[in-house]
């Protein structure tokens, strides 16, 4: 089941965006297996970074639910409207935030821009999966040079 939540006025007023979420789309979350929230976002909330996470952490927890974030990092700070947000990070800084949010929300981090994939959960555990596959495929090649039976 995907919710769709938009907020297009300039501001990055993350808590109310997922309040809304929570209070109008998750009231009936025992009939739903998984529940998780994909946010979306081109730079860091409107709020402290830690009281974005005391919150999200709070409503996973009650909700059995994981936050995701997909930054995108785009080359200006302002929208076509020249709005600055209340609240201002570098890329950087707001992708560090959101990793602390994420932490507290038990979900994912994704972090790409213009130039590709700066950072990504999903694919440093896929990578660390191959890493290990491959250490295992190398001592199996060295066992059955010297001559080891495997099982």
């Not at 209070?23 to 297996?33: A, I, S, T, Y």
């Not at 790409?112 to 440093?124: H, K, L, M, P, Y």
Request: aromatic fraction near 10%; proline fraction near 2%; glycine fraction near 6%.
């Amino acid at each position: 089941r995907w919710v769709l939540s938009l907020q297009c006025t300039g501001s990055r007023n993350f808590m109310s965006a997922l309040r809304r979420a929570v209070e109008v789309d998750f009231r009936d979350k025992n009939k739903h297996k998984s529940q998780g929230l994909y946010l979306l976002t081109t730079g860091i909330p409107d709020q402290e970074t830690h009281t974005v996470s005391a919150y999200v952490a709070e409503v996973c927890r009650g909700f059995d639910l994981q936050l995701h974030v997909c930054l995108f990092s785009v080359m200006e700070d302002v929208n076509s409207n020249g709005i600055i947000p209340a609240r201002y990070a570098n890329p950087a800084e707001a992708a560090i935030a959101f990793k602390e949010i994420v932490q507290a929300a038990n979900g994912r981090f994704h972090w790409f821009g213009e130039a590709g994939i700066f950072e990504s959960d999903d694919i440093t555990i896929i990578v660390s999966e191959m890493e290990k596959a491959n250490n295992y495929s190398q001592k199996v090649g060295i066992m059955c040079t010297k001559g080891v039976e495997l099982d």
